[in-house]
């Protein structure tokens, strides 16, 4: 029972920036990390920014110096700014929360529907 609602994705040219927004809602009891995944054509989903409740962050070095995580937990939003984009950052990049529900004391993780990102050269 929690939805995870993205936005912000879309099409720029090579060298622009694009800033994605998340927003959870639902019976939710608290969030502990929140993320962003990345999955290009044909290839597996992969890591590309965590952040914990507390602000410590995790990138994956394809995007170290040009994405930076953030969050605002009195919103439950996780946003990604993303900067110097490249055509190799082609995806669909998917939310991901690790949120308790109200109705059950234990962490799952839940994913947003993901949201396109092109970069034309």
């Known amino acids: 029972q929690v939805q995870l609602v993205e936005s912000g994705g879309g099409l720029v040219q090579a060298g622009g920036s694009l800033r994605l927004s998340c927003a959870a809602s639902g019976s939710i009891f608290n969030i502990n990390t929140m993320g962003w995944y990345r999955q290009a054509p044909g290839q597996q989903r992969d890591l590309v920014a965590t952040?914990?409740?507390?602000?410590?962050?995790n990138y994956a070095d394809a995007v170290k110096g040009r994405f930076t995580i953030s969050r605002d937990n009195a919103k439950s939003i996780v946003y990604l700014q993303m900067n110097s984009l490249k055509p190799e950052d082609i995806a669909v990049y998917y939310c991901?929360?690790?949120?308790?529900?109200?109705?059950?004391?234990?962490?799952?993780?839940?994913w947003g529907q993901g949201t396109q990102v092109t970069v034309s050269s």
């Open positions: 952040i914990t409740r507390a602000g410590r962050t």
């Open positions: 991901l929360a690790e949120v308790m529900l109200r109705s059950y004391s234990d962490w799952a993780q839940y």
